[in-house]
């Protein structure tokens, strides 16, 4: 996996790539096909929350459908509920916004002030008495409850532990991904904010395989930037694109740029891109399931069996809806639109190949320092595949390319799965509503399709927004 461990190391790292590619300069021959350059699509500009504000929604939202389930099992007998277990859940879902506070603290630049440590120690004194009420809250739990009961309580720390390893923050991993410069800032700062507090992202110039394999060339970089690096204002001035003598200037809404980089810096900026996407996805999966595990499963549990009467089939389809519409909210946060669209202008730039077994023609070696146009044909591992991008640099038979091209090759593709889940999951608590008899359930359903008309407002919004951006850039590109 081409991910940088350390900044310095850039080099052997894109050589490890090479060979497990079987990628040589020295013998490889490189064939100049006259592909002309892509041209990217503007990224409409849509309003996003901040890690706070999200961290808030969703935390509202868990509170919210945590009393529900309650009420759904105990009716109006809330004198009868276990005040220590809900105790111990809040504290559970407050471990989010605890996190983030701390974080923002000791990401901090100024360490030497009085309110920097001032802040250090009420949000220390903050995390103490989370521990203190979680561990006396869970103390209490299991006088009252059988221990095998109270495992179930435990459960998630072990699959956190299995998923993520030792680490207190799920969102950073210690590695350095380099992108290249035709992404926009909001990517970069995505992929920024998803690694540790005290690793950044960069950005990768178009460089020539001659600079990866020999030490004696180096990478002209542009005046205006000596480290060959483009500044986030640059990059910002023109939505992440580059061309080649420059910069383009937007004077139009219909200005774009030409975009084109090197074969091997396309197929490492999208193994950067698909390691930062299955971890996003890993955590994804993972806070959804917890939340609805915490949030509508384990009152489900600890409830009083022994005289307690209630709706299994509602409380289940309770926990259902906690984790599905958890599972878009964070999907909307941490996979929004810019960087879906990031990961299509990799996509683009990667192409895919598909098997050839027609009829037999004369093929060209596939060579990795070539972009290969649409419809070429190559052999490469004793088969012969025929390309279906218009820019075509992925490795042949590799699987994972194919799937980040599936998935990629459409901005709208994964935005269009996401609204049709959420209108399905919209229509069927309509259907559930119109036959809800009880008020328990009148007062579930209604209280929860409020997350969700926000969910599906925000998901058809991105995709209008997305969707009426390419129908403009095709004209404008009809146009010229």
């Known amino acids: 996996m081409p991910v940088l461990r350390k900044t310095g190391n850039n080099k052997a790292a894109l050589r490890q790539t090479f060979e497990r590619n079987g990628h040589f300069a020295s013998t490889q021959q490189v064939l100049n096909f006259a592909i002309p350059p892509l041209m990217h699509k503007p990224t409409p500009d849509i309003p996003m929350m901040n890690f706070l504000q999200f961290e808030l929604i969703l935390l509202y939202y868990l509170i919210m459908a945590m009393v529900i389930q309650y009420v759904n099992i105990y009716k109006a007998n809330l004198y009868v509920m276990d005040y220590h277990l809900l105790l111990f859940i809040t504290i559970i879902l407050l471990r989010r916004v605890g996190w983030l506070l701390l974080k923002q603290t000791l990401a901090s630049e100024v360490m030497h002030s009085l309110a920097y440590w001032s802040k250090v120690a009420m949000k220390t004194l903050l995390l103490v008495c989370m521990f203190f009420f979680c561990f006396w809250s869970f103390y209490n739990v299991m006088q009252n409850s059988a221990i095998e009961d109270v495992l179930f309580l435990c459960y998630p720390f072990g699959v956190y532990l299995w998923t993520f390893g030792f680490t207190l923050n799920p969102y950073s991993h210690s ?22 507090l005290f690793h950044q992202a960069v950005t990768l110039q178009s460089v020539s395989l001659n600079t990866i394999t020999s030490h004696s060339n180096r990478h002209k970089s542009k005046p205006s930037d000596t480290n060959g690096i483009l500044s986030k204002k640059d ?32 197929r490492y900026e999208a193994e950067c891109l698909r390691t930062d996407f299955n971890l996003r996805m890993k955590q994804i999966l993972f806070n959804s399931l917890v939340s609805a595990y915490y949030v509508a499963f384990i009152p489900v ?52 190949w598909k098997k050839y077994k027609g009829q037999r023609e004369t093929p060209h070696v596939w060579s990795p320092l070539t972009i290969w146009p649409q419809a070429a044909l190559v052999r490469h591992s004793k088969g012969l595949f025929r390309a279906t991008g218009r ?31 959420q209108l399905a999951s919209v229509l069927y608590q309509f259907y559930v509503l119109t036959g809800s008899t009880y008020w328990y359930q009148c007062l579930s359903v209604l209280a929860m399709s409020v997350i969700n008309y926000f969910l599906l407002f925000r998901l058809l919004r991105e995709r209008w927004a997305v969707q009426a951006t390419m129908e403009e850039h095709a004209i404008c590109c009809n146009q010229g």
């Open 391 to 421: 820019h075509n640099t992925a490795v042949p038979g590799d699987n994972h390319h194919a799937r980040f091209y599936y998935i990629f090759k459409s901005p709208l593709r994964l935005l269009n799965w996401l609204v049709g889940l």
């Open 235 to 266: 990059i910002h001035k023109n939505n992440g694109h580059t061309i080649g003598n420059g910069m383009a200037k937007e004077s139009d809404k219909c200005a774009s740029s030409k975009c084109s980089m090197s074969p091997d810096i396309v």
């Open 175 to 196: 590695v350095l991904f380099k992108l290249g410069t035709h992404q926009s800032e909001h990517v970069q700062d995505l992929v920024t904010n998803n690694t540790s």
């Open 301 to 352: 549990k600890f409830n009083q069996n022994g005289w307690l009467y209630y709706d299994i089939w509602w409380a289940t389809q309770h926990i259902i809806f906690v984790w599905l519409n958890t599972f878009i909210l964070l999907m909307n946060f941490l996979v929004p639109h810019h960087y879906i669209d990031g990961l299509h202008k990799c996509a683009i730039h990667l192409g895919a």
